[in-house]
Nanobody
Framework: QVQLVESGGGLVQTGGSLRLSCVAS????????AAWYRQAPGKERELVAS???????NYGDSVKGRFTISRVHDWKFVYLQMNNLKPEDTAVYSC?????????WGQGTQVTVSS
């Protein structure tokens, strides 16, 4: 069993920064990818960023150049550095990991950007 816990969300002004953390616990061997998703009220969930074992990263078009995904300690910690935040970044951000053929999700953390 793998559990994911996100933290780091909060209220920030436009142009500000936040760093989200996703901490994995349990049997974390076999993780092959991690990603951050977000869902705003009334909108579909969207992929924000993903990272793979070789360090390859992918970003959604709306966050390219502003957000950075990273990981340390063999997937135990996955971060999302968010800079130059905009009101449209307001959403619940969730961490997801692919492990041994399954998808594991965290509970999410709220990010609110005020104008």
């Amino acid at each position: 069993q793998v559990q994911l816990v996100e933290s780091g969300g909060g209220l920030v002004q436009t142009g500000g920064s936040l760093r989200l953390s996703c901490v994995a616990s349990g049997r974390i061997s076999g993780i092959v990818a991690a990603a951050w998703y977000r869902q705003a009220p009334g909108k579909e969930r969207e992929l924000v960023a993903s990272i793979y074992p070789g360090g390859q990263t992918n970003y959604g078009d709306s966050v390219k150049g502003r957000f950075t995904i990273s990981r340390v300690h063999d997937w135990k910690f996955v971060y999302l550095q968010m800079n130059n935040l905009k009101p449209e970044d307001t959403a619940v951000y969730s961490c997801k990991m692919a492990i041994r053929g399954a998808q594991v999700w965290g509970q999410g953390t709220q990010v609110t950007v005020s104008s």
